[in-house]
Structures are given as structure tokens and as C-alpha cells.
């Protein structure tokens, strides 16, 4: 494969001998010929390729059975198929079947050649766009749910859990399950009225809060003094809230029993955090 550029699997050697030199040429493609599509799936194990480009009708397996076998077995790379003129069941068979794009026989071979190459390009672009975006969530992923302070994600439309991690669930005592699909108020998680309205305030207004402090309530019925930073962020075009929240009960008290003027870092820091879940957050307020 060429830096910056393209590698394509072309099944079909006598069809697409003359679109894989042409490709050559341009400098950004880097294609490998196979004549037949049990051969390209062998290749395939071995070898990864940006796109894969099919003829229709080939020797063992046609191209539909070719991207099935494709999605079944190697996911989502792009693949382009190739049709005669008049095979619009065809045309039909390979959308359904997941291909990202097809192109009809014939016309003019330069300005045929000038559409497959805008179609590859489109395709692994988006591709890659996809799998960099894959990547991104599960890195969010990994960090949310590993951790070891309590962390909420929350729907900004309805108020209700999409999800919590480990740390919440040790220091609220809920169970995920009982969490997920809920509101806070439907749990009781906020023990003042007046606190949970002042946040819902400083959220729609600045769309982060930091080091708000607030009382909140674990499963067991247990009062505790909250800090916590939010944000509302966006997946996939929804608005999601996002916190961080730390159990600073302990804190609280050795402040009280400090002596005037003592200062605070000579007090170990509290080892445990709790969960906390933003109020309701409707769209028209988050703009």
C-alpha cells in the first residue's frame, strides 16, 4: 500500500486487469488482482485492504455471495460491486446485502474509471472515519467505567441513567441494573429540592458545573455531602451529561474539628466517592 493512499482487493482478473493498471498509474491506489472470489477470501485472512471492488458474475461465487461471505466474516470494509446493465435485482440484492456503493457496466471508460475512483475514496474515507470514531468510544469507555471515582452518564432529553460505573455502585449501594433507564428522582438521589434546582440553573446557563457541593442520598437511606464536576457533551448528535462526583462527608468533618488556623492538608483525604445524577435537562435548555 502507498503512503497516504489506497489499497484495493479487485476480484475478477479479465474484467478488472485494465481498471487495477489504471489505478496503478494515478500514484494513489495500490491494488492487488484476484480471479476469482474464493481466492480473494484466502487473501483476505492474510492481507487487510482500505476497499474491495467485485464483479457480479465470477467462477465458484457470485458477488452477493462474495459480500455476504465479506460481512460475515470481515466486517464493514467498503466494498464496491460491479453489475451488467439491466441487472437492477441485482442492484437491489447488494444493498440489501450491505455493499457501500455500485456501478453499472459501460458508458465512456474514462468517465467510469473517474466515478469508481471518487466511489473508493468516498468509502475508505468514511471508513476510517467510522473506525476512528469506534476507537474513540471505547477509549470513553474504558475510562468510564475503570474509573475510581463514581462517574454518571445521563440522557440531557428525559433525565434518565444511560449508564454508571464500578465506583458508583459501591459508594451509592445500587446495583447497575437498578440504576440504568431511571431518573434521580425516581431514586431519590437528591436529598434538598432547592440544591437540585440550583444545579439544573448553572447547567443551563453555563453547560459545565465544577465543585458544586450538594447533599445526596445512598440506597441505604444515607445522607452524604457531594462534590462534583459536570458536563454536557454530545454522542452520536444526542446531549448526554456527564460527572464526576466525589464523597466529601469525611472531609466536612475533619474540617469542623480542625483547630483555627491548622492547616487542612495535614488530614488524610477521604478514600471513597459517591455517585451523583443531574436533574432533567430539556433540549430547549441546552441551547
Do not use: W
Not at 470494509?77 to 456501478?103: C, H, M, W
Not at 469508481?116 to 467510522?130: D, F, M, P, T
Amino acid at each position: 500500500m502507498v503512503p497516504s493512499g489506497y489499497s484495493m482487493s479487485m476480484t475478477n482478473q479479465t474484467f478488472l486487469i485494465l481498471a487495477g493498471s489504471s489505478f496503478e498509474q494515478v500514484g494513489v491506489f495500490s491494488v492487488t488482482t484476484i480471479d476469482s472470489a474464493p481466492a480473494a477470501l484466502t487473501l483476505l485472512k492474510k492481507e487487510k485492504f482500505d476497499t474491495i471492488i467485485s464483479d457480479y458474475q465470477m467462477p465458484g461465487m457470485n458477488g452477493i455471495q462474495f459480500l455476504v461471505e465479506v460481512r460475515n466474516k470481515f466486517g464493514s470494509v467498503p466494498f464496491i460491486l460491479f453489475t451488467g446493465k439491466g441487472r437492477e435485482e441485482v442492484v437491489i440484492q447488494a444493498i440489501n446485502s450491505g455493499a457501500d456503493f455500485y456501478l453499472q457496466k459501460g458508458g465512456e471508460p474514462g468517465a467510469q474509471f473517474a466515478e469508481l475512483s471518487h466511489q473508493i475514496k468516498k468509502a475508505v474515507e468514511g471508513n476510517r472515519a467510522e473506525e476512528a470514531l469506534r476507537e474513540s468510544e471505547n477509549t470513553f469507555a474504558t475510562i468510564f467505567k475503570s474509573n475510581p471515582i463514581s462517574m454518571t452518564l445521563v440522557s440531557a432529553t428525559d433525565g434518565v441513567f444511560v449508564d454508571v460505573n464500578d465506583a458508583f455502585t459501591r459508594n451509592t449501594g445500587y446495583c447497575r441494573e437498578e440504576v440504568v433507564g431511571k431518573t434521580s428522582g425516581e431514586l431519590g438521589i437528591f436529598a434538598d429540592n432547592d440544591e437540585q434546582e440550583q444545579l439544573a440553573s448553572a447547567l443551563q446557563e453555563r453547560h459545565f458545573v465544577g465543585g458544586m457541593e450538594l447533599h445526596t442520598r445512598t440506597k441505604s437511606g444515607e445522607i452524604r455531602t457531594s462534590q462534583f464536576s459536570s458536563s454536557v457533551i454530545v454522542i452520536g448528535c444526542r446531549p448526554y451529561i456527564l460527572s464526576t462526583v466525589e464523597d466529601i462527608n469525611g472531609r466536612k468533618n475533619r474540617t469542623r474539628n480542625t483547630p483555627s488556623g491548622e492547616p487542612e492538608a495535614q488530614c488524610p483525604l477521604p478514600t471513597d466517592t459517591t455517585g451523583l445524577i443531574q436533574p432533567y435537562l430539556c433540549p430547549e435548555q441546552l441551547s
